[in-house]
């Protein structure tokens, strides 16, 4: 079965928004269009680089969708997390 990397890169991006979405849910905070789009963005460069490593590795499994999402996800918290060790430093 041939892998699309539009779609792994697709489904990393969704799973680093899913994120972000859920974590503002759960802030109960206004929005905050600054604190999403910094979110936006690690969820691009994270889908970029998910999508180059399935590539790189030759994946074929229907399953690497999944795992791409779980990826973009692990991308988007752990750069929150670094970006806000960062800011109070």
Known sequence: M???LIGIALAAFVGGLTTA???WSEASAPWN???FS???IR???GAVAI???MDYSGATAPI???LAFLSG???EVGGNRIAGALRTK
């Open 33 to 35: 269009w600054k604190k």
């Open 38 to 40: 910094s979110s936006v």
């Open 21 to 23: 979405l859920l974590g």
């Open 64 to 66: 690497i969708y999944l």
């Open 43 to 45: 969820s691009l460069v």
């Open 51 to 53: 999508a180059a490593a």
């Open 73 to 75: 996800a692990g991308v």
């Open 2 to 4: 041939e892998i699309n």
